[in-house]
């Protein structure tokens, strides 16, 4: 996995009071992964705005903002009387993103794909 960030980069930036100690290692991990999810370039020297985002993401990790669990949602429901019948259906909830996810995904914009490929005509 590509180490974007680390320990003490967030405690530089943070400063070293942004989690407890105990929970600094797995923090930085998940925004490890959440950086490599969203990244698909390699850098010879990550960019700041990249290790500013991790730093954002490890300290939302650590307040167990990060991954959390997605509750289902009902998006219908149908009862029948008569020969008992029963229906639901549900879809996978919504999650609403927080401010440091926001804010760390604006950082990240300029290596975010956008699935398009661009055409110079000639």
Not at 70 to 83: K, L
Not at 90 to 119: D, H, V, Y
Request: proline share 2%; charged share 20%.
């Amino acid at each position: 996995m590509t180490e974007y960030i680390t320990i003490a980069q967030v405690d530089g930036l943070l400063g070293s009071d942004w989690t407890t100690e105990d929970k600094k290692a797995r923090a930085v991990l998940m925004a490890n992964v959440w950086l490599a999810e969203r990244l698909s370039v390699t850098f010879a020297t990550v960019p700041d705005q990249v290790v500013q985002a991790g730093a954002e993401i490890a300290q939302l990790a650590a307040s167990g903002g990060l991954y959390s669990a997605q509750e289902r949602e009902v998006t219908s429901t149908s009862v029948t009387a008569g020969p008992v019948q029963s229906s639901k259906t549900f879809k996978e909830g919504g999650k609403a993103i927080s401010a440091a996810e926001s804010f760390a995904l604006a950082l990240l914009r300029p290596w975010l794909g956008t699935n398009q490929i661009k055409m110079i005509r000639g």
